[in-house]
């Protein structure tokens, strides 16, 4: 079961190439405008708003109470 969480992690979680990819073809794809450009910065800020908020409630409201914290 160790090795299946390893390889998961290292082909997902830690996917370096992957990584770059997501972040670099935001970045190519509006950065000739500064409207587009503009709108993509606050739409990465509102995901990671919900993001960060649904985390926090994951983390606090289901795993910390039941003790399955990382």
Not at 39 to 55: C, K, N, R
Request: glycine share 8%; charged share 5%.
């Amino acid at each position: 079961m160790n090795y299946a969480l390893i390889f998961i992690g290292a082909a997902v979680v830690n996917n370096f190439i992957l990584t770059y990819f997501l972040g670099i073809c935001p970045f190519l794809g509006v950065s000739t405008d500064l409207k587009k450009a503009s709108g993509m910065g606050f739409a990465v800020i509102f995901v990671m708003l919900l993001a960060s908020a649904a985390t926090w409630g994951i983390y606090h409201k289901i795993l910390t109470p039941y003790n399955l914290q990382y």
